[in-house]
Protein backbone atom coordinates (compact mmCIF):
# COMPACT_ATOMS: atom_id res chain seq x y z
CA UNK A 1 0.00 0.00 0.00
CA UNK A 2 1.42 3.54 -0.65
CA UNK A 3 1.95 6.05 1.88
CA UNK A 4 -1.11 8.84 2.37
CA UNK A 5 -0.84 12.33 2.05
CA UNK A 6 -3.80 13.69 4.37
CA UNK A 7 -4.27 17.73 3.68
CA UNK A 8 -5.94 19.09 7.25
CA UNK A 9 -9.05 21.86 6.45
CA UNK A 10 -12.01 23.84 7.46
CA UNK A 11 -14.60 24.76 5.79
CA UNK A 12 -14.34 27.92 3.70
CA UNK A 13 -17.11 29.96 6.03
CA UNK A 14 -16.21 34.08 6.16
CA UNK A 15 -15.33 34.85 9.71
CA UNK A 16 -13.68 30.89 10.26
CA UNK A 17 -11.39 30.60 8.46
CA UNK A 18 -8.09 32.78 8.09
CA UNK A 19 -8.88 35.50 10.74
CA UNK A 20 -5.23 36.59 11.90
CA UNK A 21 -5.52 38.31 8.28
CA UNK A 22 -8.54 40.66 9.09
CA UNK A 23 -9.67 43.06 9.23
CA UNK A 24 -6.86 43.76 6.31
CA UNK A 25 -9.42 41.65 4.48
CA UNK A 26 -12.93 41.09 4.57
CA UNK A 27 -14.53 37.98 6.74
CA UNK A 28 -15.30 37.36 2.76
CA UNK A 29 -12.21 37.62 0.79
CA UNK A 30 -10.24 35.95 3.96
CA UNK A 31 -12.52 32.75 2.96
CA UNK A 32 -12.17 33.06 -0.75
CA UNK A 33 -8.22 33.01 -0.36
CA UNK A 34 -8.78 30.20 2.01
CA UNK A 35 -10.75 28.35 -0.34
CA UNK A 36 -8.20 28.80 -2.99
CA UNK A 37 -5.32 27.30 -0.83
CA UNK A 38 -7.10 24.65 -0.80
CA UNK A 39 -7.48 23.52 -4.73
CA UNK A 40 -3.85 24.76 -4.99
CA UNK A 41 -3.03 22.72 -2.20
CA UNK A 42 -4.98 20.20 -3.84
CA UNK A 43 -3.42 20.32 -7.44
CA UNK A 44 -0.14 20.47 -6.21
CA UNK A 45 -0.09 17.74 -3.78
CA UNK A 46 -2.09 15.17 -6.77
CA UNK A 47 1.27 15.44 -8.45
CA UNK A 48 3.65 13.68 -5.47
CA UNK A 49 4.73 10.32 -6.86
CA UNK A 50 4.08 7.08 -5.38
CA UNK A 51 1.37 8.53 -2.72
CA UNK A 52 -2.62 8.69 -2.42
CA UNK A 53 -4.28 12.10 -0.95
CA UNK A 54 -6.89 12.53 1.30
CA UNK A 55 -9.04 16.08 2.07
CA UNK A 56 -9.77 15.75 5.93
CA UNK A 57 -12.11 19.06 6.55
CA UNK A 58 -13.39 20.03 10.11
CA UNK A 59 -17.36 19.53 8.93
CA UNK A 60 -19.22 18.60 5.96
CA UNK A 61 -18.38 20.52 3.25
CA UNK A 62 -18.69 20.46 -0.65
CA UNK A 63 -16.22 23.26 -1.78
CA UNK A 64 -14.05 21.18 -2.98
CA UNK A 65 -15.92 18.06 -3.87
CA UNK A 66 -15.50 18.42 -7.86
CA UNK A 67 -11.68 17.74 -6.95
CA UNK A 68 -12.29 13.79 -6.76
CA UNK A 69 -10.26 13.64 -3.46
CA UNK A 70 -11.42 11.17 -1.57
CA UNK A 71 -12.96 13.27 1.41
CA UNK A 72 -12.86 12.27 5.25
CA UNK A 73 -14.05 14.24 8.20
CA UNK A 74 -11.97 15.64 10.95
CA UNK A 75 -11.86 13.75 14.43
CA UNK A 76 -13.29 15.84 17.83
CA UNK A 77 -11.07 17.10 19.88
CA UNK A 78 -8.42 19.90 19.77
CA UNK A 79 -5.78 19.67 17.20
CA UNK A 80 -3.61 17.77 18.57
CA UNK A 81 -6.16 14.71 19.00
CA UNK A 82 -7.49 15.19 15.46
CA UNK A 83 -3.64 15.16 14.37
CA UNK A 84 -3.15 12.11 16.06
CA UNK A 85 -6.39 9.93 15.52
CA UNK A 86 -5.73 10.58 11.50
CA UNK A 87 -1.92 9.15 11.55
CA UNK A 88 -3.26 6.28 13.62
CA UNK A 89 -5.85 5.54 11.80
CA UNK A 90 -4.05 5.78 8.03
CA UNK A 91 -1.40 3.39 9.59
CA UNK A 92 -4.06 1.20 10.97
CA UNK A 93 -5.03 1.24 7.57
CA UNK A 94 -2.14 -0.44 6.33
CA UNK A 95 -0.50 2.54 4.79
CA UNK A 96 3.67 2.44 5.55
CA UNK A 97 3.27 6.05 5.88
CA UNK A 98 1.13 9.26 6.81
CA UNK A 99 1.46 12.98 6.43
CA UNK A 100 -0.34 15.32 7.61
CA UNK A 101 -0.37 19.55 5.65
CA UNK A 102 -1.88 22.55 6.40
CA UNK A 103 -3.77 24.97 4.31
CA UNK A 104 -1.33 27.76 4.55
CA UNK A 105 1.62 27.12 2.08
CA UNK A 106 0.13 27.36 -1.35
CA UNK A 107 3.74 27.49 -2.58
CA UNK A 108 5.28 24.64 -1.01
CA UNK A 109 7.60 22.63 -3.40
CA UNK A 110 6.44 19.29 -4.07
CA UNK A 111 10.19 18.39 -3.61
CA UNK A 112 9.86 18.85 0.13
CA UNK A 113 6.83 16.45 0.91
CA UNK A 114 8.88 13.54 -1.18
CA UNK A 115 11.64 14.38 1.24
CA UNK A 116 9.37 14.19 4.39
CA UNK A 117 8.47 11.20 2.73
CA UNK A 118 11.28 9.07 2.17
CA UNK A 119 12.63 9.80 5.73
CA UNK A 120 13.33 7.16 7.69
CA UNK A 121 12.37 8.79 10.82
CA UNK A 122 9.46 7.75 12.98
CA UNK A 123 8.65 10.93 12.55
CA UNK A 124 9.66 13.79 10.33
CA UNK A 125 8.46 17.49 10.11
CA UNK A 126 8.63 20.53 8.38
CA UNK A 127 9.56 23.16 10.17
CA UNK A 128 8.26 27.13 8.65
CA UNK A 129 9.96 30.34 9.36
CA UNK A 130 7.54 31.51 12.07
CA UNK A 131 8.45 28.48 14.34
CA UNK A 132 5.95 26.11 13.54
CA UNK A 133 5.77 23.32 10.83
CA UNK A 134 3.62 23.33 7.46
CA UNK A 135 3.40 19.09 7.61
CA UNK A 136 4.55 15.91 10.13
CA UNK A 137 4.99 12.54 8.39
CA UNK A 138 5.02 9.14 11.08
CA UNK A 139 5.64 5.87 10.15
CA UNK A 140 5.08 5.18 14.22
CA UNK A 141 2.65 7.45 16.47
CA UNK A 142 2.41 7.87 20.19
CA UNK A 143 0.16 8.97 22.35
CA UNK A 144 1.82 11.28 23.97
CA UNK A 145 3.35 13.08 20.50
CA UNK A 146 1.99 16.08 20.89
CA UNK A 147 1.74 16.59 24.71
CA UNK A 148 3.09 19.99 25.97
CA UNK A 149 2.59 21.62 22.28
CA UNK A 150 1.55 25.48 22.16
CA UNK A 151 0.00 25.58 18.99
CA UNK A 152 0.24 28.44 16.57
CA UNK A 153 2.99 30.10 18.34
CA UNK A 154 6.86 30.63 17.86
CA UNK A 155 7.68 27.57 19.85
CA UNK A 156 5.22 25.16 18.20
CA UNK A 157 7.81 22.96 16.66
CA UNK A 158 10.15 23.26 19.61
CA UNK A 159 7.57 21.97 21.66
CA UNK A 160 6.75 19.40 19.16
CA UNK A 161 10.10 17.92 19.15
CA UNK A 162 10.54 17.96 22.61
CA UNK A 163 7.24 15.99 22.76
CA UNK A 164 8.29 13.14 20.14
CA UNK A 165 11.69 12.75 21.54
CA UNK A 166 10.17 11.82 25.14
CA UNK A 167 8.26 9.27 23.54
CA UNK A 168 11.61 7.72 22.50
CA UNK A 169 10.46 8.33 18.61
CA UNK A 170 13.40 9.33 16.20
CA UNK A 171 12.47 12.52 14.42
CA UNK A 172 13.85 14.49 11.97
CA UNK A 173 13.46 18.00 10.38
CA UNK A 174 12.87 18.31 6.69
CA UNK A 175 13.32 21.67 4.59
CA UNK A 176 12.20 24.87 5.54
CA UNK A 177 9.33 26.88 4.39
CA UNK A 178 6.91 30.00 5.04
CA UNK A 179 3.36 30.28 5.48
CA UNK A 180 0.52 32.62 5.16
CA UNK A 181 -0.75 34.13 8.85
CA UNK A 182 -0.30 37.42 9.29
CA UNK A 183 -1.08 40.58 6.68
CA UNK A 184 2.55 40.67 5.92
CA UNK A 185 2.80 37.64 4.61
CA UNK A 186 0.13 38.69 1.89
CA UNK A 187 3.04 41.16 0.48
CA UNK A 188 5.29 38.30 0.46
CA UNK A 189 2.99 35.66 -1.23
CA UNK A 190 2.44 38.82 -3.95
CA UNK A 191 5.65 38.40 -5.22
CA UNK A 192 6.15 34.79 -5.43
CA UNK A 193 7.82 33.64 -8.54
CA UNK A 194 5.87 30.26 -8.36
CA UNK A 195 2.03 31.36 -7.84
CA UNK A 196 -0.52 29.09 -7.98
CA UNK A 197 -3.46 29.39 -10.17
CA UNK A 198 -6.50 29.79 -7.83
CA UNK A 199 -4.15 32.17 -5.84
CA UNK A 200 -3.08 34.14 -8.53
CA UNK A 201 -6.99 34.73 -9.73
CA UNK A 202 -7.77 35.65 -5.60
CA UNK A 203 -5.05 38.15 -6.26
CA UNK A 204 -6.37 40.03 -9.37
CA UNK A 205 -9.98 39.73 -7.34
CA UNK A 206 -9.00 41.01 -4.35
CA UNK A 207 -5.93 42.19 -3.51
CA UNK A 208 -5.87 45.12 -5.90
CA UNK A 209 -9.11 46.43 -3.56
CA UNK A 210 -7.16 45.57 -0.38
CA UNK A 211 -4.14 47.95 -1.07
CA UNK A 212 -6.01 50.85 -2.86
CA UNK A 213 -8.29 51.01 0.32
CA UNK A 214 -7.47 53.88 2.51
CA UNK A 215 -5.52 54.12 5.52
Not at 95 to 112: C, E, F, R, S, W
Given at each position: ??????????????????TRLQ?????????????????????????????????????????????????????????????????????????????????????????????????????????????????????????????????????????????????????????????????????????????????????????????????
Amino acid sequence: MQPVIILFAKAPIPGRVKTRLQPTLSAASAAALYEGFVWDMIQRLQSVTGAVLELHTDIPTDAWAASGVAQLLQSEGGLQLKMLHALDQALLRGHPKAIILGTDAPTLPVAHVEHLLASKADVALGPTDDGGYYAVAARKTHLCMFDDVAWSGPLTLEHTLRAIERCNLTVELGPRWWDIDEPQDLERLATSPDLPPRTTQWFAEYYNQMVSRPK
